[in-house]
């Protein structure tokens, strides 16, 4: 009798096994994703070289930045290809078989498929993240490296709220990945830089409307110890990952509004 | 004669055009999409500039337009390989197309420009608009400009046809119908331009970044644009376009020529 | 009366659907404004099946038979009706239903393309929460019904139609539900296969009682397996009897085929309708209420050099393709 999480590490192992049935494609695959993560940060490197720095913030900083999202990323993005697909899985009729299954179509969806290569990403990202941690003064005391831990697991459930959303979208629209790409990949770029640095409108979107600055910038300023340019709280800086796993959570009802929405229509 | 010579070449240009016209959520989308980019990028080069009095090789008016050019055209550039051709790759069923009575090459060559040029249009045009209007984006810097950046655009195209046709055949040689363009396209992106200006990397950097052909997709016509290249050095560019245009093509041509060659050799 | 197996009263179903307008032109303005229609997938569907019935489900395509399979899975939510399968509302309970129920998509494979088939099965075990000695003792039962256990180690992607077809039957019948819909699970099979297969859901149905509901396009399927058959056209039942019944209503006709000695001859009998030839072979086609089968025999044997004849039903397309076109479908 299989428990939800011993079928995860079925679908794991068994979408492991069908990548590596093609070898030649995967080892592709993750290099161009290191490649597409280490251009833009080229781009960081090459505006810090003609810059010097950005408002008060080092490069040491900003890659401390851009380097933890992109690792919590990088998690969801391995996990949650799958609601990518909706669409696909819609047009196709794979999503009928997945609801003629006894069991959650979330599950099945984050089942379907381990997307190796995004370790690509993961790479990138952690070699950034820890290259940033050899210039950087961080004091890390036992509450701040838990709170680096919440970070990176609060943001990836997070993003992986924002990959329901897509999945969620494609009930209503055939093409709508782009649209949320604005969020995810958007997210990203933006949450590359500290949030202090974008205008007030901006900010607001990101804090508010979308947390990805709660799973980002906030507890960042903290972990670096540094005061919010912004004036928030310490507390809040520390509190503010939850906001991001209340997204998840958030995102998975509007996922069974969207199921119900696809289940009268059919379409 | 010409029009029968013709034909098959402007129907797949027209099927892909409608094809591509049908999804309308995605142009809707691809539209809010680039302008939440741009918006982030100018929040961020701003960002920038603020940081610093010295003087740049390119001021932040022109940084701002030539971010939302980028965000405009950004469909044309070569960042993936035709993906009907990847799902022949996928299915086995690409070793139809040799069976077609048309110059494969030639063939390709349009359906991939109407895969170029199609969702951009869409985007395209009401993106300026709104950037121009809105977002603080500069006109063309005089009539003359409006003129060779259009040609350089046309130039643009062009060859980021030709680097998508290249792409496209790199698929042939593997099954997943993935590859190179995995890598490649990262690559592009950036040499092109569409990270950061390329007037903005390092000085040592330039003159690799001017040699290379994929300043003429993005960089070259943008800095025609706003007059960043005078109109009197806008020769160079299209003779700069005109040479990699001619070199992709045959190359194209060459790369397609084997991989039909294996592709028979192998019986599909 | 039992109480039924499966239950469908008054089911109702509408879709909107989205016009495309034709031409470049057309497609530009689609982008601006689209114009919706609604068709109605089902309307007012009824009927009832008995536990171990096997009942064949057919109608030209689009007239709602994938419908009434998604509403009786629980994939779709009608607009109206009651609906019950082995005493659960479908859509209410998908989950309980879909651990009782079996589909198989001829054209769609629910195994995983680039994996030896065993271990789709092993997966399926763990998704269906299959204990694992139920489950071994499913498996051989139907590999061994079905000769599946020289495929194991193959992957699917590599599996002819015949045996990827066998395989997604045992897949949809591991959890041993006791409601099995097949789509067109002969669909581009070579004969052989389609004897196999065939010959596999009789006995599923005989042997283990479950309740098999098919639709198909082959008309030897349903002679072969089904005893009653449900006829569906622009969402409504237009038929739901026994074959002979169906047979019976839709023509009285019976078929004269007929072996000449000479092939020169022309067979002309006032009670006989000429269909087609062939050589040596005449189809004629008469109607056993007019003239007496035997006393037409005896009239053309007498009258003409005879090799050899029958009388024959006519085959089910064309009982179907009268019907079709009494309701004017197509």
Not at chain 2, 139 to 157: F, K, Q
Not at chain 2, 251 to 260: Q, R
Request: charged share 20%; net charge neutral; hydrophobic share 50%.
């Amino acid at each position: 009798m299989a428990n939800p999480l011993a079928l995860y590490t079925h679908y794991v192992s068994i979408s492991l096994r069908s990548q590596m049935q093609y070898r030649v494609s995967f080892i592709l695959g993750t290099m161009g994703q290191l490649l597409g993560t280490a251009v833009e940060f080229i781009g960081i490197l090459a505006l810090f070289d003609r810059f010097g720095s950005l408002s008060q913030w080092s490069l040491a900083e900003v890659a401390f930045f851009y380097g933890l999202v992109n690792v919590a990323f990088a998690v969801t993005d391995m996990l949650s290809r799958g609601f990518d697909h909706v669409g696909d899985l819609v047009r196709t009729g794979e999503f009928d078989r997945m609801l003629l299954r006894p069991r959650s179509t979330v599950l099945q969806l984050i089942g379907q498929e381990f997307t190796l290569k995004r370790f690509g990403r993961f790479f990138q990202g952690g070699g950034v993240l820890l290259w940033s941690t050899l210039y950087l003064d961080i004091a890390w005391s036992p509450a701040v490296v838990a709170l680096t831990a919440v970070t990176v697991i609060c943001g990836a459930c997070f993003f992986l709220g924002l990959f329901i959303n897509i999945g969620t979208l494609s009930f209503w629209t055939t093409e709508t990945l782009e649209l949320m790409n604005v969020l995810t990949y958007g997210g990203i770029e933006a949450s590359k830089y500290p949030l202090a640095i974008y205008r007030t409108w901006f900010r607001r979107f990101f804090t508010m409307v979308i947390p990805m600055g709660c799973v980002t910038y906030f507890p960042i300023l903290a972990i670096l110890g540094r005061p919010d340019p912004l004036g928030t709280s310490l507390a809040f800086q520390y509190t503010a990952p939850f906001f991001g796993l209340l997204y998840f959570v958030l995102s998975l009802f509007i996922w069974r509004l969207g199921l119900r929405h696809y289940r009268s229509t059919g379409s | 004669m010409i029009q029968s010579f013709v034909l098959p070449y402007t129907a797949v240009l027209s099927a892909r055009f409608r094809m591509i016209l049908q999804y309308r959520a995605a142009a809707i989308a691809g539209f809010v999409t680039q302008i939440g980019w741009g918006a982030i990028r100018v929040m961020a080069m701003e960002a920038f500039y603020r940081s610093t009095n010295a003087p740049q090789p390119m001021n932040l008016e022109d940084v701002v337009t030539y971010v939302w050019l980028g965000q405009a055209l950004l469909g044309l550039l070569p960042w993936n390989p035709d993906t009907e051709v990847r799902t022949m790759v996928r299915s086995g069923t690409v070793a139809y197309e040799l069976v077609r009575p048309v110059n494969l090459y030639a063939y390709w060559f349009s359906r991939s420009l109407a895969f170029r040029i199609a969702p951009t249009l869409m985007r395209s045009i009401p993106l300026a608009l709104l950037a121009l209007l809105f977002f603080g984006m500069q006109p063309p810097a005089s009539p003359e400009a409006l003129v060779v950046w259009l040609a350089a655009t046309l130039g643009a195209v062009l060859l980021s046809t030709a680097l998508t046709v290249i792409l496209t055949i790199t698929l042939m040689w593997t099954i997943s119908g993935e590859g190179v363009a995995l890598l490649v396209s990262p690559v592009i992106y950036i040499l092109a331009g569409m990270v950061i200006p390329l007037p903005l990397f390092p000085d040592w950097a330039q003159f690799a970044l001017e040699i290379l052909p994929f300043r003429g997709i993005c960089d070259a016509p943008f800095r025609l644009y706003m007059g960043h290249i005078p109109i009197t050095e806008a020769w160079t560019v299209l003779l700069h376009q005109l040479i990699w245009i001619i070199v992709l093509v045959a190359f194209g041509a060459w790369l397609l020529s084997k991989a039909t060659r294996r592709l028979v050799i192998q019986g599909g | 009366m039992p109480v039924p197996h499966i239950l469908v009263e008054n089911i109702v179903k509408t879709f909107r659907i989205a016009q495309r307008r034709s031409g470049l032109w057309g497609a530009f303005q689609g982008v601006l404004r689209r114009e919706y229609r609604t068709i109605k997938a089902l309307d007012r569907v009824s009927f009832e099946l008995a536990q171990g019935e096997l009942v064949g489900y057919i109608g030209p395509n689009g007239a709602g038979k994938s419908t009434t399979v998604k509403v009786l899975s629980g994939i779709l939510v009608p607009d109206s009706g009651r609906c019950e399968v082995d005493g659960r509302v479908p859509w209410r309970n998908r989950i309980a239903n879909a651990a009782n129920i079996g589909v198989v998509f001829g054209q769609r494979t629910q195994l995983w393309w680039d994996l030896p088939v065993i271990e789709s099965f092993d997966l399926l075990r763990d998704i269906y929460r299959i204990g694992s000695g139920e489950y071994e003792r499913a498996r051989d039962e139907l590999a061994a019904l079905m000769d599946l256990e020289p495929l194991y180690d193959i992957p699917v992607r590599q599996l002819s139609l015949g045996q990827r077809m066998r395989c997604d039957l045992a897949a949809a019948l591991l959890h041993a539900p006791s409601v099995l819909f097949l789509d067109e699970p002969t669909i581009g099979l070579d004969a052989v296969s389609k004897l196999a297969v065939r010959d596999f859901i009789k006995r599923l149905n005989r042997e283990r009682g479950v309740t098999v509901v098919l639709t198909t396009h082959d008309m030897d399927d349903i002679e072969a397996l089904c005893e009653r058959v449900m006829v569906i056209g622009h969402g409504s039942i237009l038929s739901d009897s026994t074959l002979d019944d169906l047979r019976a209503r839709v023509t009285r006709e019976r078929r004269l085929i007929i072996d000449l000695l000479d092939d020169g001859q022309a067979i002309e009998d006032p009670d006989v309708d000429f269909i087609s030839r062939s050589g040596n072979r005449v189809h004629l086609q008469f109607d056993p209420d007019r003239v007496q089968t035997a006393a037409l025999i005896s009239r053309i044997t007498a009258k003409y050099a005879i090799k050899d004849l029958y009388v024959e039903n006519p085959p089910i397309e064309e009982i179907i393709s009268r019907l079709y076109d009494e309701h004017e479908l197509r």
